[in-house]
């Protein structure tokens, strides 16, 4: 049994919670002289559609690289440049994160937990975090989100 971290996740929405979780993030990769890798997933329905089965319009490219450059710019903010980042397009992003963490060796993924929404509706919802918590077999660090503190 690992009693360490080697590879460290941030798996982000990139909403303003993005950069004080992030620092978490890194803060904890540097502690355990871990590997850092950064992650955000689109979900698919968001996207514009258009162009043949199996291929991506010209729209949809260029919001999947909207992204990546934002992904980018937060690393750059983060003070870690140098590390991996993805973007991913998935129908259901706890499934995108946990295939990505199986696909990079990611023994801990670390995100920001956001609030469920209030009233009646809110207690039937589950977030993000809850999803990946149960799907994923690494382990999980769920940081609060800054609004919520």
């Known amino acids: 049994m690992k009693t360490t971290y080697e590879h460290v996740l941030f798996a982000t929405d990139l909403t303003d919670d993005a950069v004080p979780a992030g620092r978490k993030a890194v803060a904890v990769a540097l502690a355990l002289g871990a590997r850092f890798s950064l992650l955000h997933v689109l979900r698919a329905q968001d996207q514009a559609v258009g162009g043949e089965a199996g291929s991506m319009s010209t729209e949809s490219v260029q919001w999947v690289n909207r992204h990546q450059q934002a992904l980018g710019d937060l690393a750059h903010e983060l003070g870690v440049d140098h590390a991996e980042h993805w973007v991913e ?32 509706l809110g207690r039937f919802q ?5 999803d990946l918590l149960h799907r994923t077999q690494c382990d999980l660090l769920a940081v609060r989100a800054v609004s919520e503190r």
């Open 89 to 120: 397009t998935a129908q259901a992003v706890p499934a995108a994160i946990e295939h990505a963490a199986r696909e990079h060796g990611v023994d801990l993924i670390v995100m920001a937990n956001h609030a469920k929404t209030g009233g009646i």
């Open 126 to 130: 589950t977030t993000i975090t809850e």
